[in-house]
Each structure stands twice: as C-alpha cells, then as structure tokens.
C-alpha cells in the first residue's frame, strides 16, 4: 500500500501561482512512476501531468503545458505541481496519484490515490 497526502491548494487570483505537494508513504517511493489529475465540478477526471520514477521523463496535458511542472524529490517522497499563470479554468480539486513501475517511464493508470486538494482561481 501507499499511502498519498495532498496539500498546497487554496484562492488565488487569476495569473497567480501555487506549489501542490504530494508526500508518499507506506513503500520505496522511487519505484513509483507518479501523476496529477484534476476533476472541475460537474466534470470528468483528467490528466495534468505525469513523472517517472527517476524524474528522468515527464508528460503534460496541452491546457498546462508551459504553465505547470511536475517534479519529484525521492529523498523527501514527496511529488510537486509547480502551477503558474493560473486561470478561472484551474480550478478543481488535485489529485496525485502513484503506480509502481519496473520501467522508468511516464504511465496512464495508476493504483493509488491521494484524497485531493482544491484550488480555486479567481478571475
């Protein structure tokens, strides 16, 4: 089991900045290939952005793509979004998510989940 704990969400206005963090715990946390999602109210969950195990690779959504970055610190366990020039359209709640992988890639599906933090961007 890993264990997946958000924070680093709140209000911000439109063209602001955040920082999410995702701290692990619960296993080796470099062998797992790790992701953002987001889900609006009244819509779908989605993909921002993805990092293998070693940091090595990424992957971002095109709506975030120069905007966000995704890294990782495997000493601290502990995945960031880096999330710049924010608008009214960011606002969702964040979820990372973790999945082990035997290879050091980006992947698509992962087995588990934090509980989510929310950001609002105020226009």
């Known amino acids: 089991q890993v264990q997946l704990v958000e924070s680093g969400g709140g209000l911000v206005q439109a063209g602001g900045s955040l920082r999410l963090s995702c701290a692990a715990s619960g296993r080796t946390f470099s062998n797992y290939a790790m992701g953002w999602f987001r889900q609006a109210p009244g819509k779908e969950r989605e993909f921002v952005a993805a990092i293998s195990w070693s940091g090595g690779n990424t992957a971002y959504a095109e709506s975030v793509k120069g905007r966000f970055t995704i890294s990782r610190d495997n000493a601290k366990n502990t995945v960031y979004l880096q999330m710049n020039s924010l608008k009214p359209a960011d606002t969702a709640v964040y979820y990372c998510?973790?999945?082990?992988?035997?290879?050091?890639?980006?992947?698509?599906?992962?087995?588990?989940w934090g509980q989510g933090t929310q950001v609002t961007v105020s226009s």
């Open positions: 998510a973790a999945r082990y992988s035997h290879f050091d890639v980006v992947i698509w599906e992962y087995d588990y």
